[in-house]
């Protein structure tokens, strides 16, 4: 193993939308070693050489995880352990939004992406946090829609948007990212939730620019500001690009 002196940031769902753009403007950086999260292979593959085509000044690798398997997380945890021995830094980006069937199937697969994944991905990825060089920082890319005293405003432009299943499981999210800031704040780590808000991405067939989405360039930006430690002051707060959100 070659020691690494980059500060390695592993990004869950790093092959589209935000999580894709974030891996992009990390690299623009040479002291970002971005580990490229992705359940396929092919697209992960896709993703990395994609990146690798642009030349810049940063590392890239592909990291094959997929946040709904547990086996899969466990497999991806060991793999960055003998390959890298540490990360600084996990982006828990992966989610889903639109998921058919009853109303238990779309509650359950949307839990399983969107809370259970990230809360797993930490509890494997701990002890190679705390082998980190630099300050370890975790981030819950999260969303408004998980807000309750959003959604109990009746002004909210989204307040007619049910998806019940997606609002609940980032709500979940939040308590999880609430639970690790008090668990590893004394550690000195730093988490956060964060939500990027509507962005253009292939979240759903709402996040197209021609509907009012902000380019992915704007969502991914300020998780670039917080894993450079900008925002170091509003551990275990729920963010917006600009200021924060309320519970
Ligand atoms: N875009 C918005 O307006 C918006 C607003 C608020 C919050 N967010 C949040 O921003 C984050 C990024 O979403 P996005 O908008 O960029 O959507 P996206 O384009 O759909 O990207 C989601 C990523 O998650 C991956 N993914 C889904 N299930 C996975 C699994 N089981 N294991 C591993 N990866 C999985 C997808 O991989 P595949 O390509 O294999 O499906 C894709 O790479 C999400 O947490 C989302 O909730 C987005």
Same mark, same amino acid.
């Given at each position: ?7 390695i940031?592993?990004i +869950? ?9 974030l891996?992009?403007q990390?690299l623009s950086d040479?002291?970002?070693y971005?580990l ?5 292979l092919e697209?992960?593959?896709a993703? #990395?050489e994609?990146? %690798?085509?642009?030349?810049l000044p940063g *590392?890239?690798?592909?990291v094959q ?5 547990? +086996?899969s997380?466990? *497999? $991806?945890?060991?793999?960055v352990?003998?390959k890298?021995? %540490?990360?600084d ?5 992966a989610? =889903?939004a ?6 238990a ?6 839990f399983?992406?969107n809370a259970?994944g !990230?809360? =797993?991905? #930490?509890?494997?990825f701990e002890p190679?946090?705390?082998?980190s060089?630099? +300050?370890p920082?975790?981030?819950? #890319?999260t969303s ?8 109990l405003?009746?002004? *909210? !432009? ?6 019940v299943h997606?609002?609940a499981s980032?709500?979940a ?5 609430v639970c690790q800031?008090?668990e ?5 780590w ?6 990027p808000?509507?962005?253009?991405s ?11 989405a902000?380019?992915?360039?704007k969502g $991914? ?5 917080i894993?450079d430690?900008?925002r170091?002051g509003?551990?275990?707060?729920f963010l917006n690009p600009?200021?924060?959100? !309320?519970w």
């Amino acid at each position: 193993m070659v020691a690494i002196k980059q500060t390695i940031v592993l990004i +869950t769902g790093g092959n589209g939308g935000i999580g894709f753009e974030l891996a992009a403007q990390l690299l623009s950086d040479a002291s970002k070693y971005v580990l490229l999260g992705s359940r396929s292979l092919e697209k992960g593959n896709a993703a #990395v050489e994609n990146l %690798r085509s642009r030349k810049l000044p940063g *590392t890239v690798d592909l990291v094959q995880v997929d946040v709904a398997d547990e +086996t899969s997380i466990a *497999t $991806a945890a060991k793999d960055v352990e003998s390959k890298y021995g %540490r990360i600084d830094a996990l982006v828990n980006n992966a989610a =889903v939004a639109v998921v058919h069937g009853s109303l238990a199937n779309q509650l359950n697969e949307s839990f399983k992406v969107n809370a259970t994944g !990230p809360a =797993v991905m #930490v509890e494997a990825f701990e002890p190679l946090l705390k082998k980190s060089i630099f +300050t370890p920082r975790i981030i819950n #890319v999260t969303s408004g829609a998980g807000s309750i005293a959003i959604r109990l405003d009746a002004n *909210t !432009p989204t307040y007619s948007q049910k998806v019940v299943h997606y609002r609940a499981s980032k709500s979940a999210l939040n308590m999880i990212s609430v639970c690790q800031s008090v668990e590893y704040g004394p550690l000195g780590w730093k988490v956060f939730c964060y939500n990027p808000g509507y962005t253009v991405s292939n979240l759903s067939e709402l996040n197209k620019a021609e509907l009012g989405a902000q380019p992915t360039s704007k969502g $991914a930006a300020p998780i670039v500001d917080i894993l450079d430690g900008k925002r170091d002051g509003e551990h275990g707060r729920f963010l917006n690009p600009v200021g924060q959100l !309320p519970w």
